[in-house]
């Protein structure tokens, strides 16, 4: 009974509900065909089947598992620093007597990095500025968390300038080599890791600096066989589509930089 109620929920929900209405319109062009012609009823069709297919598991991971596959954790025994990546933050929320937090990408990097960091006595450079005027600055949000989770602040290292992915890599660039860092360990979300990869070896490579990945915050699992469930519109799996497009794009405008 669950289920059938889970599934009767995410066609009244969006996106499930503008597949719905997609679909309506789309019989109603079909059977008013002669009057507003054929293509009206073939472009509802095609953009509610686009919605749909994206919108659910199957869409989600036929775009998102090749980026999140791309890479796996590497061992960060030769690092000599973990640069982690931030991933938005949100202005003036309530953090207990502070304010300022990081949304859940950004703080399931921080998590991985911390946790890390403790395990190997590894330094933490959080790359990360201002975006948004309303916002707040990711590298110093993160490091007050860092510090309030116990890690020393002689083990923090913060660059507030970078708004980009590639900004991320070239003020970190020029960081390592002040502090003569020759290993790298890379930790930001497996769907971002392939282009932060790009960015970090153009950068960082170019200068003798060797990167490692370390993926983490992953969205898919990559083991799960094929369900039902998958074929079921949901925000989640939307949201997925929609970062895994984003990544995309900016992986080919990275390439057209070089």
């Known amino acids: 009974m669950i289920y059938i109620l889970k599934f009767i929920a995410a066609f009244l929900l969006p996106p499930g509900l503008f597949v719905l209405l997609g679909i309506i319109l789309s019989v109603y062009l079909w059977r008013q065909r002669k009057r507003f012609g ?44 973990i640069v982690v990546l931030g ?18 990408a950004g703080a399931a990097r921080l998590l991985t990095a911390a946790r890390l960091a403790k395990q190997h006595s590894l ?23 860092l510090l309030q989770l116990g890690l020393p602040q002689e083990q923090i290292i913060v660059e507030t300038q970078a708004r980009t ?24 979300s497996a769907l971002h890791m392939p282009r932060s990869m790009q960015f970090f070896e153009r950068y960082l490579g170019g200068q003798g600096i060797k990167v490692a990945a370390y993926p983490c915050d992953y969205t898919l699992n990559p083991q799960g066989k094929f369900n039902p469930r998958w074929l079921v519109p949901q925000l989640q799996a939307f949201d997925i589509t929609c970062m895994a497009l984003h990544e995309y794009v900016g992986m080919a405008g990275a390439f057209l930089q070089r």
Do not use: H, W
Not at 165 to 188: D, H, I, P
């Open 38 to 81: 054929r293509f009206a009823f073939s472009l509802s069709a095609f953009l509610t089947l686009l919605l749909y297919f994206s919108s659910t598991l199957l869409g989600a991971k036929l775009f998102g598992q090749p980026l999140e596959n791309r890479y796996s954790q590497q061992q960060p025994a030769a690092a000599q620093v």
């Open 87 to 104: 991933g938005g933050s949100v202005g003036s929320v309530p953090d207990g007597a502070e304010r300022g937090g990081l949304m859940s």
């Open 123 to 145: 330094p933490v450079l959080i790359s990360g500025g201002q975006v948004f005027s309303d916002g707040a600055s990711e590298a110093l949000v993160a490091e007050r968390i």
């Open 165 to 188: 992915t590639k900004e991320n890599a070239a003020y970190s660039a020029a960081l390592c080599r002040e502090r003569g860092y020759k290993n790298v360990l890379l930790l930001t």
